[in-house]
């Protein structure tokens, strides 16, 4: 059975700091670009950052860009975390973990086939 599962989420102060995990199983996902996305209330789906399947190129939203922090562990199971410095209240969304498994890396929601349930990060200013 193919799964994401997402957790590190909760409640931070701005400026503060979160790291996501997104662990991966039931597929060979060593192979595949993982991405991470994020939803606000009232908002659509939007990319955060991408990873390729082995680490060597990454992928940041300019939003995000020089705060996180994408980075991946390719063992038994595939693990991807997201390392979220310097949180802001803009930053407030459930974040989505995703695999896509085209060679490609992504920015797009389209291009990626399996998503986890998401974990919610508030950022209270």
């Known amino acids: 059975q193919v799964q994401l599962v997402e957790s590190g989420g909760g409640l931070v102060q701005a400026g503060g700091s979160l790291r996501l995990s997104c662990a991966a199983s039931g597929r060979t996902f060593s192979n595949y670009a993982m991405g991470w996305f994020r939803q606000a209330p009232g908002k659509e789906r939007e990319f955060v950052s991408a990873v390729s399947w082995n680490g060597g190129r990454t992928y940041y939203a300019d939003s995000v860009k020089g705060r996180f922090i994408i980075s991946r562990v390719n063992a038994k199971n595939t693990v991807v975390y997201l390392q979220m410095n310097s949180l802001k209240p803009e930053d407030t969304a459930v974040y989505y973990c995703?695999?896509?498994?085209?060679?490609?890396?992504?920015?797009?929601?389209?291009?990626?086939?399996?998503w986890g349930r998401g974990t919610q990060v508030t950022v209270s200013s």
């Open positions: 995703a695999a896509d498994d085209s060679s490609g890396l992504s920015y797009s929601v389209t291009a990626y086939d399996n």
